[in-house]
């Protein structure tokens, strides 16, 4: 099984409907994040959360929310889903001590095309 | 804060050939530099990381980048192509008690030619 999971992998939705996106990992890792990635644009954070009781906005906040049910669950809502919302959707983990500190570990992906 | 520059969005080397990714960052306080990269349908995978040890850093596969501070570059190179190479490349910044946020470069897709 992959370190950090993702689901659903593919979604196809309709503008107004509320999506969520769901991220879970067996590392370990108290530090997880959202990301969106734009061809041409690379990627852009949406929210992280150091802990369960912490949780704060990346660069591109607007239009989604987050849940950390518990350490390994992190999840993504777009509570209105629009047009613009179309991107692949990243969620990552980290762990700031040992030989892994600064690395992110990325879950493969969550393709989201609203229409 | 911190941004990262990648000069070209495509790059295409020939089977054998010397591979070099450009990176450009930008920091106010002394940053750590990370190449990622992403197969197709797939997560990004690091290849490499500086931390403020050794400039020169060897990663996976091959790849190696040196931090020059004079220059602000952290470029990616690899002596000799290989058609698994082919991917899209992504390089990022973080600041030291940053929490690990990481800023991308907009990436450069690397293709690979017999």
């Known amino acids: 099984d992959a370190d950090v999971t993702q689901t659903p992998r593919n979604r196809i939705t309709k503008t107004g409907k509320r999506i969520m996106l769901e991220c879970s990992q067996t590392?370990?890792?108290?530090?997880m994040y959202w990301y969106r990635q734009d061809p041409g644009l690379g990627l852009r954070l949406i929210y992280y959360?150091?802990?369960?009781?912490?949780?704060n906005k990346g660069e591109i906040s607007d239009g989604y929310s987050v849940s950390r049910q518990a350490q390994a669950k992190f999840s993504l809502s777009l509570e209105s889903a629009i047009p613009n919302q179309t991107a692949l959707y990243f969620c990552?983990?980290?762990?700031?001590?040992?030989?892994?500190?600064?690395?992110?570990?990325f879950g493969a992906g969550s393709r989201l095309t609203v229409l | 804060a911190q941004s990262v520059t990648q000069l070209g969005s495509h790059v295409s080397v020939s089977e054998g050939a010397l591979v070099l990714l450009r990176c450009n960052y930008s920091?106010?306080?002394?940053?750590?530099l990370f190449w990622y990269v992403q197969y197709p349908n797939q997560g990004l995978q690091l290849l490499l990381k500086?931390?403020?040890?050794?400039?020169l850093v060897k990663g996976i596969n091959g790849f190696e980048a040196e931090f020059k501070k004079s220059e602000t570059s952290f470029h990616l190179t690899k002596p000799s192509a290989h058609m698994s190479d082919a991917a899209e490349y992504f390089c990022?910044?973080?600041?030291?008690?940053?929490?690990?946020?990481?800023?991308f470069g907009t990436g450069t897709q690397l293709k690979v030619e017999l």
């Open positions: 959360s150091f802990d369960v009781k912490d949780i």
């Open positions: 500086y931390t403020s040890a050794a400039t």
């Open positions: 990022a910044v973080s600041v030291p008690g940053g929490g690990n946020k990481l800023t």
């Open positions: 990552a983990t980290s762990d700031p001590r040992g030989s892994g500190a600064n690395v992110l570990t």
């Open positions: 590392k370990g890792h108290d530090r």
């Open positions: 920091s106010s306080v002394p940053p750590y």
